[in-house]
T-cell receptor, first 114, second 115 residues
Framework: GNSVTQMEGPVTLSEEAFLTINCTYT??????LFWYVQYPGEGLQLLLK?????DKGSNKGFEATYRKETTSFHLEKGSVQVSDSAVYFC?????????????FGKGITLSVRP | GAGVSQSPSNKVTEKGKDVELRCDPI?????LYWYRQSLGQGLEFLIY????????KSGLPSDRFSAERTGGSVSTLTIQRTQQEDSAVYLC?????????????FGEGSRLTVL
């Protein structure tokens, strides 16, 4: 079955540090890949997505590239801000199935210190 | 508001009681999802509705859990004879169509505590 593996957390960084959050996946078919973010006290929201190999999703300074050869979708940001403190979830959907749903990783908490 | 609305936001109940959690999706969204978020477990898929039918209910953990959707809109998740392990945040999400191309819009969740 489909699964998503995220690196263990939590992660604490100083403001302006470089961020990488690892995500690898196992899927049948040819999934679309997503990063969702949950800010404190808010619902999950889509951060970025990629629907085919070598696509790069980007939003709010975050980027992730769909790497089919390594089955990865690592999230990166060159300079984090305090406002980026949140829980980040990697997810995939299987496009071959009629029943579409997202499979999520366990999430990782990011704290950014001023 | 225009977002996904869930109620109650917090529910404390005693073991053995039944609870109902409500989700009001974004108007016009045909797909509706229930997930459960437990500490350290990430998001666990429960059930998916397309319109009023549920083509995938594979994530419901036991027959104590059921869900329905009426009028292609509001959905209710019912947990009968609650157990302490049911304590979690129950998240509802909706989307316009196939999630593999679109995005899910999540509510803020209903936090359930079973004493």
């Amino acid at each position: 079955g489909n699964s998503v593996t995220q690196m263990e957390g939590p992660v604490t960084l100083s403001e302006e540090a470089f961020l990488t959050i690892n995500c690898t996946y196992t899927a049948t078919g040819y999934p679309s890949l997503f990063w969702y973010v949950q800010y404190p006290g808010e619902g999950l929201q889509l951060l970025l997505k990629a629907t085919k190999a070598d696509d790069k999703g980007s939003n709010k300074g975050f980027e992730a590239t769909y790497r089919k050869e390594t089955t990865s979708f690592h999230l990166e940001k060159g300079s984090v801000q305090v406002s980026d403190s949140a829980v980040y979830f990697c997810a995939l959907s299987d496009r071959t199935g009629a029943n579409s749903k997202l499979t999520f990783g366990k999430g990782i908490t990011l704290s950014v210190r001023p | 508001g225009a977002g996904v609305s869930q109620s109650p936001s917090n529910k404390v109940t005693e073991k053995g009681k039944d609870v109902e959690l409500r989700c009001d999706p974004i108007s016009g969204h045909t797909a509706l999802y229930w997930y459960r978020q437990s500490l350290g477990q990430g998001l666990e898929f429960l059930i998916y509705f397309q319109g009023n039918s549920a083509p995938d209910k594979s994530g419901l953990p036991s027959d104590r859990f059921s869900a329905e959707r009426t009028g292609g809109s509001v959905s209710t998740l019912t947990i009968q004879r609650t157990q302490q392990e049911d304590s979690a945040v129950y998240l509802c999400a909706s989307s316009l169509g196939q999630v593999n191309t679109g995005e899910l819009f999540f509510g803020e969740g209903s936090r359930l505590t079973v004493l």
